[in-house]
């Protein structure tokens, strides 16, 4: 029990300084332990500095910019939750595979990270276009060279948000209806398997 409180203290206070994102792109990613993860600070890891959410192999994969989401503990397990719209290509993908990684990159990479939230892969080579490159990790997921940090995941489980489950009918107002974008988004709990890191 105490190495469990040990871990979740790890994964979800200690979210300060990690190593700096600065890294330079030649470094080869490694695999690392997961406690790399409680020198993150998860507000600005998913909120303000973005990730790439992607699913499929080599053979086939896409990907997309989001924004929302968070990483904590659940069912005993490291985890992450993510929010797509069944709209979006990515979903697609998802929905066939059982994993999926969460890519974060410096600062550097914010202009990329908007050409992949802004266009569709159906459209185009969207990845090219935003200069990076495509790389398998152990389990066939895949990811990119330029990326800082990352996470590659299992999916645990989903569930579809429903109008009569808004409590706050506001944000069902402000998002979804004034801001219309699509359609409510498909939650997906993601197992934390593995981090990578330069």
């Known amino acids: 029990m105490k190495f469990k ?4 203290a790890a994964l979800c206070m200690a979210w300060m ?4 994102s600065e890294a330079p792109n030649n470094q080869e990613m490694k695999k690392q332990d997961i ?6 600070d998860a507000f600005q890891l998913i909120g303000k500095e ?8 080599s053979t086939s994969y896409n990907t997309m910019t ?3 989401g968070g990483i ?8 992450a939750f993510i929010f797509v719209r069944p709209e979006r290509y990515t979903h697609e993908f998802i929905e066939k595979n059982d994993r999926l990684s969460l890519s974060f990159f410096s ?11 802004t266009k569709s892969g159906r459209d185009g080579d969207k990845v090219k276009e935003a200069g990076l490159s495509p790389k398998s990790l152990e389990s066939g997921v895949m990811t990119f060279d330029e990326a800082r940090m990352v996470l590659d995941c299992k999916k645990l489980f989903k569930t579809e948000m429903t109008d009569s489950a808004f409590i706050d009918k506001e944000l069902l107002a402000r998002w979804y209806s004034e801001k219309p974008g699509g359609g409510l988004h498909t939650i997906y709990v ?4 593995s981090v990578y890191a330069k």
């Open 50 to 57: 973005w990730m790439l959410i992607t699913a499929g192999d």
């Open 107 to 117: 600062e550097d990479y914010k202009p990329a990270l908007q050409i992949c939230g």
């Open 5 to 8: 409180v040990i871990a979740f």
């Open 66 to 68: 989001a924004s929302w």
């Open 17 to 20: 300084g990690c190593q700096s």
């Open 190 to 193: 993601v197992e934390i398997e």
């Open 35 to 40: 406690a790399l993860l409680g020198k993150e």
């Open 72 to 79: 904590g503990w659940l069912w005993n397990k490291p985890v």
